[in-house]
């Protein structure tokens, strides 16, 4: 089956957008809270009530999650809330029992009762106060949707080697939000694609955009299966030899996450931009399994049909 980029997180916007109401959290940007990096976040204002707070997550279409797992820095209480989920951002269902938020990390919410598929999810607080200032760092979701597909990209990025927010090089846009830091040492570091669980994609080809053609060292693909044992996919390359560069693969195997590693040599020490990494991906490799299964049925109820008919006509003569 073709590879394309297409095919769902090759191309486009591929990031959860978050927000979040008025008055119980700090200033800090409440997109770090789905950013893929347990490192960073920011924090909730200690004694205020949360009644009528909510923090909710737009999934851009329509997904039936059944788990979330909630990352802090320590476990306190957050006072009572529950998750609930819309198809319009307007009448909102509740797709949980109330709960205590903060009373570990991290903190896994089953949400296996939720049978629909919904754009927008959110928590919402039902009653109580934060007890003490308290820090979050990441919300992450499990899901699928009417198509069989898994979970977002979620971003992990190793040693810093960027300046920015990491996540705009998966965003669908190629604006100058991110950039090299120049000139440093390129071994070793890394920014890593995960497709998530159950969600194995196999990647043929990958994009990488940049603002201008300068060499930022060399670098190669890995593809891993549980994101800590990693297998080279295709040769090394220079990196920054154009500014859309393409990376061909030799590649039939599908894994669960994928990253940018380098092997030697520095970033550039001009300016540089990474503006957007895309994918040729093959999603099409379960649904061919469906297809075929269906095929399969069918033609044996075809089968079966004849045999009948065939049976009842000789029945019929005799």
């Known amino acids: 089956m073709a590879t394309s980029y297409a095919n769902k997180g090759g191309s486009g916007n591929r990031l959860i957008v978050v927000s979040r109401a008025d008055g119980f959290l700090g200033a800090q940007a409440i997109s770090t809270l789905v950013d893929g990096d347990i490192t960073t976040g920011g924090s909730f204002l200690d004694g205020v009530d949360i009644t009528g707070k909510w923090i909710k997550f737009d999934f851009g279409t329509a997904k039936r999650v059944y788990q979330a797992i909630y990352t802090q820095t320590l476990a306190r209480d957050k006072g009572t809330w529950k998750w609930q989920a819309s198809t319009n951002d307007s009448d909102w269902v509740d797709i949980s029992s109330n709960f205590i938020l903060g009373t570990v990390s991290p903190q896994t919410f089953d949400l296996s009762s939720n049978t629909n598929e919904y754009r927008y999810y959110r928590i919402l607080g039902v009653s109580g106060t934060i007890d003490l200032w308290q820090g979050w760092r990441e919300?992450?979701?499990?899901?699928?949707?009417?198509?069989?597909?898994?979970?977002?990209?979620?971003?992990?990025?190793?040693?810093?080697?960027?300046?920015?927010?990491?996540?705009?090089?998966?965003?669908?846009?190629?604006?100058?939000?991110?950039?090299?830091?120049?000139?440093?040492?390129?071994?070793?570091?890394?920014?890593?694609?995960?497709?998530?669980?159950?969600?194995?994609?196999?990647?043929?080809?990958?994009?990488?955009?940049?603002?201008?053609?300068?060499?930022?060292g060399i670098w190669k693909i890995q593809g891993s299966n549980d994101l800590s044992s990693w297998v080279d996919i295709g040769d090394s390359f220079e990196l920054g030899t154009s500014t859309t560069q393409t990376i061909s693969l030799v590649n039939t195997t599908g894994y669960r996450g994928y990253r940018l590693i380098g092997v030697s040599g520095n970033t550039n020490a001009t300016l540089t931009y990474i503006r957007e990494i895309e994918f040729k991906i093959d999603d099409a490799v379960t649904t061919s399994i469906k297809k075929f299964n269906s095929i399969a049925y069918a033609d044996m109820k075809a089968v079966q049909g004849v045999a009948k008919a065939n049976i009842k006509k000789v029945q019929g003569v005799e």
């Open 139 to 216: 919300m992450s979701f499990l899901y699928t949707d009417s198509a069989g597909q898994g979970s977002p990209i979620t971003l992990i990025q190793g040693t810093t080697i960027f300046v920015g927010n990491v996540t705009t090089i998966i965003d669908g846009s190629y604006n100058n939000d991110l950039y090299f830091i120049r000139p440093v040492a390129v071994a070793n570091k890394y920014v890593a694609f995960d497709f998530g669980v159950d969600a194995n994609k196999v990647i043929d080809e990958v994009k990488i955009y940049l603002s201008s053609a300068n060499s930022q």
